[in-house]
């Protein structure tokens, strides 16, 4: 079988952490480059947890620095959610810069896609600041992107606002670009990302898997998406369980928007299942999730996080 190429897009965080081992520890998946954006915390912590994850998990893979801030509005990050350095509760060993390009993400994005000779899939888990200007930048990558699957948006309420996702509200013009670029897109948002949760007779099993089981862990203790009473909300792992056990979802097609003007929706994915706007469907998205299905898919793919 030949692996996936993807590359991921994110801002380290707890979530994160956890979907970036899935990804790099599973057979199915050959994770190219891993680009950095502002979002959970600044661009600099997000890049150092990046180098912290691949020392600790021995990967060598190249990471890219990009946009320290979304196109238009200021960042708010989510430090509230991550803790101060964006992955609190672990002792991670200090990494060197050596997997760290010279290249920007956008520049590296671009290379890797245009040397590629299959399709990239690409897996933003962060506002998707680097890949909408990768896609006015260089907008030739199209023909080579297989796909852009992503965590973020909202079929019904937000987290960030009312109606808004942290990843899209954090840059709705970024993220309104990407929904209108014409390419497959997959969104994998909060209607699975709330219900994709780590209850605590799971998280009560991660230590003995292993180290990086530990680790999780660990960083599960200060994380604030969900409690480890209630259940911890694996966000960013919804879109790895998309490319690696779909089945698990329940997914219609449909069109998608992103609402810029509305003075308290701005930054809210309008998911038009009833076809109100007439508009072709431009995108697939995961409205329910099995639950049972993906935490018993969570422990079996952190026990391979070895
Ligand atoms: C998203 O926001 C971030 O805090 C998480 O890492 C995830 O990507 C969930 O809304
Ligand atoms: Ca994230």
Redesign the pocket.
């Known amino acids: 079988m030949s692996k996936r190429p993807i590359i991921i897009d994110t801002?380290p965080?707890i979530?994160?952490a956890v979907a970036i081992a899935i990804a790099l520890f599973s057979e199915e998946l050959d994770v190219r480059l891993i680009t950095t954006v502002a979002?959970?915390v600044s661009l600099d912590k997000v890049t150092y947890n990046t180098l912290r994850l691949l020392k600790f998990f021995g990967k060598e893979v190249p990471v890219a620095k990009g946009a320290e801030a979304p196109l238009v509005l200021p960042l708010q990050d989510?430090s509230n959610?991550?803790g101060k350095s964006g992955m609190e509760g672990f002792d991670f060993e200090e990494p060197d810069d050596h997997l760290l390009l010279k290249e920007n993400a956008v520049n590296a994005m671009y290379r890797v896609i245009m040397e590629s000779p299959e399709p990239i899939t690409l897996v933003p888990?962060?506002p998707l600041t680097n890949i909408a200007l990768l896609l006015k930048l260089y907008p030739e990558v199209k023909k080579n992107i297989r796909e852009i699957v992503l965590?973020g948006g909202s079929a019904s309420r937000g987290?960030k606002g009312v109606m808004s996702?942290?990843?899209i509200a954090t840059d709705p013009e970024a993220a309104k670009i990407v929904f209108d670029s014409g390419l497959p897109l997959v969104m994998a948002g909060?209607d699975v990302?709330w219900k994709a949760l780590v209850l605590p007779e799971d998280s009560a099993k991660l230590p003995a898997l292993g180290e990086v089981g530990r680790m999780a862990y660990c960083l599960f203790q200060k994380y604030r998406?969900g409690s480890m009473k209630t259940g911890l909300k694996m966000?960013?792992s919804c879109a790895m369980a998309y490319l690696l056990k779909p089945e698990m979802y329940e997914i219609v097609e449909t069109y998608v928007d992103v609402e810029l003007h509305g003075s308290m929706t701005a930054g809210c994915t309008l998911v038009d299942l009833k076809g109100y706007l007439g508009k072709p469907s431009n995108a697939k998205v995961c409205l329910d999730i099995n639950q049972e299905m993906f935490r018993q898919w969570f422990l079996e793919r952190m026990a391979k996080c070895i």
Do not use: K
Request: net charge negative; hydrophobic share 35%.
């Open positions: 801002d965080g979530d994160d979002g959970n989510a959610v991550h888990i962060a965590m987290n996702e942290f990843n909060l990302g998406g966000y960013d």
